[in-house]
């Protein structure tokens, strides 16, 4: 008798789950917002008959359904752990988190092992689901995730042979609820590692720094020595000077400890250290990170949608000197914008606020002593309302929220920005 599965969510990670398993196991599927025939739909009467379930990121753990099936005591996991116990390959993994910083360090951890003609898949919150990869992996293959907390929540067994936490903040309040159990989500990534591995912390970030691990540990400084720093302008690794950081076609420190990272996971599954700084070199921004966009009338727009909390757009507006016109706003995460406002007020000229949380933005800008604030009630109006305002400096937009409501994700809100821009080139 097959066993039975439920797949909670049957968005990207349920339908590629179900492609995987449809064949070997009688599963069901829930999802209040997609149409599901009878014969696969978890109802029920039929909770008893499931002996785990796989729960994708987008369902809410305070949802109903999961009040009643953690009742009933049958196991909730996510793709990541059930993936894993189901894979008859010999992989190795590396596996990256982190409240900000974990899609550039997967992308040019995957760049550099691909340009030294390595087997390596991406795959995890970074857009394609992990159930993809079942029937493509062969032994030997190399595996990067990009792990959300969402996932790191739900595992029991996943194991990575390097674990990198890139650094732990505050975020995603409105679904961990509290600060603790978002970092205690976090910090599973290393909780079945063992002596025969390698976790990669920050030494910069307190909370990842102190992340406990049965495995090796290194850790990466934009200012101060570490397994990798970065000093006067150079990228040191072991005591070794590879070269100047200018030699990467990224900006921010924070994106040299990014890279830091990927060097440090590359040179621990075999590859010389000076080969991975020289493949590093070649891997271009990622799309909607500090994007450049265009310049117009001397003013430099810049795409930084991927800044969804007010961490990471921190770091963006820590990027420039100042006359920083910020768009910013969208769906509410519970986080506050205050701090970030205190420490940013002197380059931040305008602001201009849209979405969820214009209110919000107002209220804790005027408390700070901003000035010029400017709400708007589209991406079309910030765009132009920034063109209208800004004789020099940057239009920036990093919005310190998530974009769900207007947008279906962060893509979608960063593309919107773009056209808008090429729009105001075209007139």
């Known amino acids: 008798m097959k066993r039975r599965i439920a797949i909670l969510g049957f968005g990207t990670t349920g339908k590629a789950c179900y492609q995987a398993l449809k064949d070997r196991y009688q599963v069901y599927i829930y999802d209040e917002n997609a149409e599901i025939s009878e014969n696969l739909r978890l109802t029920q009467d039929r909770y008893g008959e499931v002996d785990y379930c796989i729960k994708s990121p987008g369902i809410h753990p305070d949802q109903e359904i999961i009040r009643q099936l953690e009742d009933r005591k049958i196991p909730i996991y996510s793709d990541l752990e059930v993936f894993q116990k189901l894979l008859d390959k010999k992989i190795y993994t590396i596996a990256v988190t982190g409240t900000n910083g974990k899609t550039t360090t997967s992308l040019a951890i995957h760049h550099i092992l691909k340009e030294a003609g390595k087997r390596v898949f991406l795959a995890g919150n970074i857009g394609r689901g992990v159930f993809d990869l079942m029937g493509l992996l062969q032994d030997g293959d190399y595996l990067v995730l990009e792990c959300s907390s969402f996932q790191l929540k739900y595992i029991q067994d996943f194991h990575p042979n390097i674990a990198i936490i890139t650094n732990i903040s505050q975020d995603h309040l409105d679904w961990h609820h509290t600060v603790e159990d978002y970092q205690a989500s976090k910090k599973k990534i290393t909780k079945n590692q063992n002596p025969e591995d390698l976790c990669l912390v920050n030494r910069d970030d307190p909370v990842s720094y102190q992340t406990p691990s049965l495995a090796r540990r290194e850790s990466v400084s934009s200012c101060q020595e570490a397994d990798a720093y970065l000093k006067d302008g150079q990228m040191i690794i072991h005591g070794q000077v590879l ?3 200018s030699n990467f076609q990224l900006v921010g420190d924070h994106n040299m400890t990014n890279l830091a990272f990927a060097l440090l996971a ?8 000076q080969d991975a700084f020289r493949y590093g070199a070649s891997f271009k921004a990622v799309d909607h990170r500090l994007q450049f966009v265009a310049k117009i009338d001397g003013v430099a727009y810049y795409n930084d949608s991927k800044g969804t909390n007010p961490d990471s757009t921190d770091v963006a507006l820590a990027s ?7 768009i910013a706003g969208g769906y509410d995460k519970g986080s506050s914008f205050l701090p970030l406002l205190e420490k940013h007020k002197g380059k931040i000229s305008q602001l201009i606020v849209m979405g969820q949380t214009k209110d919000r933005w107002i209220q804790e800008a005027q408390e700070v002593g901003l000035e010029s604030i400017h709400p708007v009630s589209s991406m079309e109006e910030a765009v132009k309302k920034a063109k209208d305002l800004t004789k020099e400096g940057v239009v920036l937009l990093s919005p310190a929220c998530a974009s769900w409501g207007a947008y279906r994700n962060y893509e ?5 920005f773009m056209d808008q821009v090429k729009k105001l080139e075209e007139e």
């Open 320 to 326: 420039f000197p100042g006359h920083i016109t910020l």
């Open 266 to 273: 590359a040179e621990e599954v075999g590859l010389p250290i």
């Open 412 to 416: 979608e809100r960063g593309r919107d």
């Open 243 to 245: 070269g100047p950081t």
